[in-house]
């Protein structure tokens, strides 16, 4: 309790006690009542007058007759000179007893409790509004503190390079920091200057967040994280506040480390959008550049920040001085794969002697977070068939789960709706089959998951880089091949083609617009410019820069891309409509077939 509260309390308590005692008084008095001065007179000519108590101001007497002990008679007297003269012989005879009455506590402060309790209460009044005061203006002070949370170097959570698998590179990138936060005075005494900030680029999932941690525990260092969205409120100044407290404390904790995510929410290109103009997260923006720039090199501060979106940063930020260093952080290569699975099935059960490369054959194109996630929910499906290992069937499936949502079996499908699922998933498959370049079946499925009624899955037998202009054309023939199954056999179409037509246009469009894959266009991108408005560039960028009779021959040559697929998908299942008929059966019988069986099925 502070020394305000206290006072407080004490005051209310003296104010308390004051009451009860002059409540004690009243109560424990004999009963009162009123009599005229006549009546006395009377009484004392008759000598029944025990005793006369004159009160304090000489106004009033208290009367008390003999024959009457508990009762006391209240007299208002005109003169208490002449009352006094009156009786003064019948006093001196000792017929009654004549006293003027002593002033009590009570009756003196009397007079001053009302001034005392006006006084008290405005003193609470004014110290409960100072109070409120006060708080707002802590809480106004505190809303431009920065939020950045410190991860101490002897925090138990601390992570290490160690934790971090499969980033070979990227961790040897990010070692000469490590090293310059332990021993600046070595690259110091060198005349070096080591990157200010360092950028981490790379997709969802990739381990940016993951890598910066590692650093500041390699270092031992403290560690400040905050997202680009925490600087930016809606009052203004407050997003610049935020930053020079931010830096201002990694300056009294020098050496450190400060992580921002998602720096593209407050790094933004200045001037994006409709009208541009001076905004709050552009002034953050501009103490953000201030404060990189304003370091000196003995400061030992590092500035690390991730993003999936660098085309969108303004230039200011990713010059030298700043952030100096790009690390592209990627997905996973086959190699990365199986140490990222090792690393995160250290701590589970997993039955002897299974083979993580396989998996990771499997999992083409998985960021690290998306391998995490797929080791835990096959922990959880092995879990959940109370099973004590988790085995190769959990792992496959959990990766089936992660790739296209839970499996809705409860869902009630019409025989109609059942059949159509699958020839549509079996023209995909037998499509993909008799196509050279195109990656093996891994499961085929009926059985609805995510938004899909069914799906075809396949299995990517090596990491690319890079999609031929073959490969596009062949991926849109297999996409196509569900349509022109449902057309062949069931002479009706769905609209469960909408998704599969909308890739394959796309596709097609990228060809033609985007990689110069055009046969009578030639080797020519167009609408370069065309990005979603407010992600960084001007509105007035996006201006189609091609002509009218150029849109007309680009959609022609992506009409004729889509319809040469179209055909060469219905060529395929017209010479195969045997191995259609016999998938799509087996699917109608079991709901699922796997790569194995499909291929069994194909080979008959």
């Known amino acids: 309790m502070n020394k305000k509260s206290a006072l407080r309390t004490l005051i209310v308590y003296a104010l308390l006690i004051a009451l009860a005692i002059y409540a004690i008084e009243l109560l424990g008095s004999n009963q009162t009542k009123q009599m005229s001065y006549t009546e006395l007179m009377k009484d004392i000519d008759e000598q029944i007058v025990q005793s006369i108590e004159l009160s304090t101001d000489r106004l009033t007497a208290s009367v008390k007759l003999k024959d009457e002990e508990n009762l006391i008679r209240i007299v208002d007297i005109p003169s208490a000179t002449t009352f006094i003269e009156v009786v003064q012989d019948r006093v001196g005879a000792g017929e009654f007893e004549l006293t003027v009455a002593k002033e009590t506590f009570m009756e003196a402060i009397a007079p001053y409790i009302p001034n005392v309790l006006l006084l008290v209460g405005t003193l609470f009044i004014l110290m409960f509004v100072l109070r409120k005061t006060n708080d707002s203006n802590s809480k106004a002070m505190d809303f431009g503190k920065s939020r950045a949370q410190k991860i101490d170097k002897n925090s138990p959570k601390k992570v290490t390079f160690d934790n971090v698998a499969g980033l070979e590179e990227e961790k040897e990138e990010l070692k000469e920091e490590v090293e310059f936060l332990k021993n600046p005075k070595k690259y110091i005494d060198m005349g070096a200057r080591i990157p200010k900030g360092i950028l981490l680029v790379g997709g969802p999932g990739t381990g940016k967040t993951l890598l910066a941690k590692a650093v500041a525990g390699e270092a031992n260092v403290p560690f400040f994280s905050i997202s680009g969205s925490d600087f930016v409120e809606m009052f203004v100044g407050v997003g610049a506040s935020r930053v020079r407290d931010m830096f201002k404390e990694a300056k009294a904790n020098s050496p450190c480390i400060i992580f921002i995510d998602e720096i593209d929410a407050v790094g933004r290109h200045r001037g994006a959008g409709l009208g541009g103009g001076h905004d709050e997260r552009e002034q953050t923006l501009n103490q953000l550049l201030v404060e990189m720039d304003g370091f000196a090199t003995h400061e030992s501060i590092i500035v690390m920040a991730a993003t999936n979106r660098p085309d969108i940063l303004d230039p200011a930020l990713l010059r030298p001085g700043r952030f100096d260093r790009q690390v592209v952080v990627g997905n996973p290569d086959v190699k990365a794969r199986e140490e990222i699975l090792q690393l995160h099935a250290k701590n589970k059960p997993f039955v002897p002697g299974i083979d993580f490369k396989v998996i990771a054959k499997n999992t083409a194109g998985f960021s690290g977070a998306d391998l995490e996630n797929m080791i835990n929910e096959s922990a959880l499906l092995a879990a959940r068939k109370d099973k004590k290992t988790i085995d190769l069937n959990d792992v496959e499936e959990a990766m089936v789960k992660v790739m296209m949502g839970p499996e809705k079996k409860s869902k009630v499908i019409t025989e109609k709706e059942k059949k159509l699922t699958a020839y549509h998933e079996a023209g995909h498959a037998v499509v993909a089959r008799c196509l050279p370049n195109h990656d093996d079946i891994h499961e085929i499925s009926i059985i609805p998951r995510g938004m899909a009624g069914g799906y075809t899955m396949y299995k990517p037998t090596d990491d690319k880089s890079y999609a031929s202009k073959n490969e596009m054309k062949e991926h849109i023939v297999s996409l196509l091949g569900g349509r022109v199954a449902e057309a062949l056999i069931l002479d009706d179409i769905s609209t469960g083609a909408s998704n599969d037509i909308e890739r394959a246009t796309k596709i097609a469009r990228e060809m033609v617009t985007k990689y110069g894959m055009s046969e009578k266009l030639g080797p020519i991108c167009f609408g370069a410019s065309q990005e979603e408005v407010f992600l960084g560039k001007e509105m007035a960028n996006h201006n189609r820069d091609y002509s009218e009779n150029t849109a007309s021959q680009i959609d022609n040559e992506i009409k004729d891309i889509v319809m040469n697929a179209y055909t060469t998908a219905e060529r ?33």
Do not use: R, T, Y
């Open 572 to 604: 395929i299942l017209k010479e195969n409509v045997e191995k259609l008929h016999k998938v799509a059966k087996k699917l109608l019988e079991n709901e699922k077939i796997s790569g194995d069986e499909f291929e069994a099925i194909f080979k008959e």
